[in-house]
């Protein structure tokens, strides 16, 4: 297949890309700028310089591949409105993705939620996530105009990438940090409790997806959970650090961000990848963060 990708250049962009040319599938990558462009001729990928902001050049190349996933920025309605009219009554796949933060809660680190999602489970959605949760419904809804819309909703993956962004967030934020200070913060008590998935299983849930996850299908991601606590300790012990030190959500967002205190630290998202596993026989190989951290994590 011909597959257009954007977000080429980011994490896991970049690293699908790749899955899908180890596979014998030929790549057009969105990307800003001509020296990342080269970067992407490097890695086998079509560049396609350009932005989310043009609608023409999305609509052109969503028509001429045999397929779109879109990694770039998930809360970016008129790029996807853009792709799915060009999509209209096709029957292409288009890969969107999103993230588990859309069901994240006001924990503030300090409490473990007993709500765990599955693609069955009705959500609970904050009103500042809505909007992203209100542009998955409008994705999956086009399976009704023609479109393969599928949603894929990552937890928080870990690993490195093997595009030319090869870093998570979650994870860098906090060792960038702890390198910083020369001390581990976790915002709150760090009880609150995410899923994780490993970037390289990632990558083959969406090959699985592009070649057979039918029309309308929601995918959770995940392989295991952890608490911010357990993720904030086992980096403590791979930089050789003390123990870990707490922030409160005003302190991390003087560092991070609200939004990134918020929702990237301080909220829990549990998650339970039910229907990749039944559906596309998706099997994981990757199961602790903690032990990536350990063992794995580049210095």
Not at 30 to 49: D, F
Not at 64 to 77: F, K, L
Not at 268 to 276: D, E, F, G, Q, T
Request: with cysteine; proline share 4%.
């Amino acid at each position: 297949m011909n597959v257009f990708i954007t977000g080429a250049g980011g994490f896991v962009g970049g690293t699908v890309a790749q899955r899908l040319i180890s596979e014998g599938h030929s790549v057009r990558g969105l990307i800003r700028g001509e020296q990342r462009a080269q970067a992407l001729c490097a890695l086998g990928i079509e560049p396609v310089i350009g932005s989310l902001e043009d609608s023409a050049l999305l609509v052109r190349e969503a028509k001429s591949a045999d397929g779109v996933i879109h990694t770039a920025d998930s809360d970016h309605r008129p790029a996807i409105e853009a792709i799915i009219m060009a999509l209209r009554g096709s029957d292409k796949p288009f890969i969107h993705t999103s993230g588990s933060s859309v069901i994240g809660d006001d924990a503030w680190g300090n409490r473990k939620s007993e709500a765990i999602y599955d693609e069955d489970t009705p959500m609970v959605v904050e009103p500042l996530k809505q909007p992203r949760r209100d542009i998955e419904l409008r994705i999956l809804a086009a399976a009704d105009e023609g479109v393969r819309a599928i949603v894929i909703c990552p937890s928080n993956i870990y690993g490195t990438g093997t595009g030319i962004h090869q870093r998570s967030v979650q994870i860098p934020y906090l060792v960038d940090q702890a390198r910083e200070s020369g001390i581990v913060r976790i915002v709150g008590k760090g009880l609150n409790c995410w899923s994780n998935v490993h970037i390289e299983d990632v990558a083959e849930l969406y090959l699985l997806a592009l070649q057979k996850a039918p029309a309308g299908a929601f995918y959770f991601i995940e392989n295991g959970e952890a608490s911010f606590l357990e993720i904030g300790t086992a980096i403590a012990r791979r930089l050789d650090l003390g123990a870990v030190q707490s922030w409160s959500v005003e302190e991390a967002s003087a560092y991070w961000g609200e939004l990134h205190a918020h929702y990237t630290f301080g909220t829990n998202s549990r998650v339970r990848a039910k229907r990749a596993r039944r559906e596309l026989g998706w099997n994981p190989r990757h199961a602790s963060v903690t032990r990536w951290i350990e063992t794995e994590m580049p210095l």
